[in-house]
């Protein structure tokens, strides 16, 4: 994809993302890998509504800016995305927002590892809560890093949420999967409870993958100690 096309499509992920309400104030950052091995990503201290074009900035694997409007500064949220492009070659976009179903279930200190609905099932897996860290530190990044081997998306302990993909639009879709599943499973256990789909056939989901062609990483069948019970 040329670099403006690139451009232009995170800046319509980012107004996306605040049109959903995923985001609020300056919320939020998205990032995206270039074939030069710099990256692209949302400055600090914006709203994702009025990210356009030439606000996007450019840096190198240190997180150093390599080429941005004056006065503006990457995402304070940078190392977590170099991290996951770091130890994931296969990653090329990072997005975190605060989508208020799945942030719900990182400040209630809850899993997403229902196995409820089918299409999340089979694209998505279950959803890890990743301990606390501090914003802008390496906390966060340190936090992730034993998660990103088996898992495209994951819960913010008290933070939000962070997907990732092999271009943005994917990236986007699975955080948008995350959130409708997250709504989805609180208006179930509103009704009475959460009911998972039988072993057997969330083994058949899971196997569907490859004749669907569905890319990313899937962690299998796997439970959480903290997950919803």
């Not at 400055?43 to 190198?60: A, C, Q």
């Not at 301990?131 to 390496?138: A, K, V």
């Amino acid at each position: 994809m040329e670099l403006q096309a690139l451009k232009e499509q995170i800046c319509d992920v980012c107004h996306k993302m605040w049109q959903l309400g995923w985001v609020a104030a300056n919320d939020g950052n998205v990032s995206a890998r270039l074939e030069d091995g710099t990256f692209l990503c949302t400055p600090t201290g914006m709203s994702k509504s009025f990210i356009t074009p030439e606000k996007l900035i450019r840096i190198n694997a240190k997180g150093e800016v390599l080429e941005g409007a004056e006065g503006l500064r990457p995402s304070s949220e940078i190392k977590m995305h170099l991290r996951c492009y770091e130890k994931r070659p296969d990653i090329w976009s990072v997005i975190h927002a605060h989508p208020p179903g799945a942030t719900g279930f990182a400040v209630a200190h809850k899993a997403m590892d229902m196995y409820n609905m089918i299409e999340d099932v089979a694209v998505i897996g279950s959803v890890p809560l990743t301990p606390y860290g501090t914003p802008s530190t390496t906390e966060v990044p340190d936090a992730i890093e034993p998660y990103l081997e088996e898992h495209d998306v994951m819960l913010l302990e008290n933070h939000g949420a962070l997907a990732v993909g092999s271009d943005i639009i994917t990236a986007f879709y699975r955080m948008e999967s995350l959130e409708l599943w997250a709504k989805i499973t609180i208006n179930a256990v509103i009704l009475g409870g959460s009911i998972d789909i039988s072993r057997e056939n969330i083994q058949k989901l899971i196997d569907l993958r490859g004749f669907y062609q569905v890319t990313g990483r899937h962690p299998g069948y796997k439970k959480f100690d903290n997950g919803l019970r």
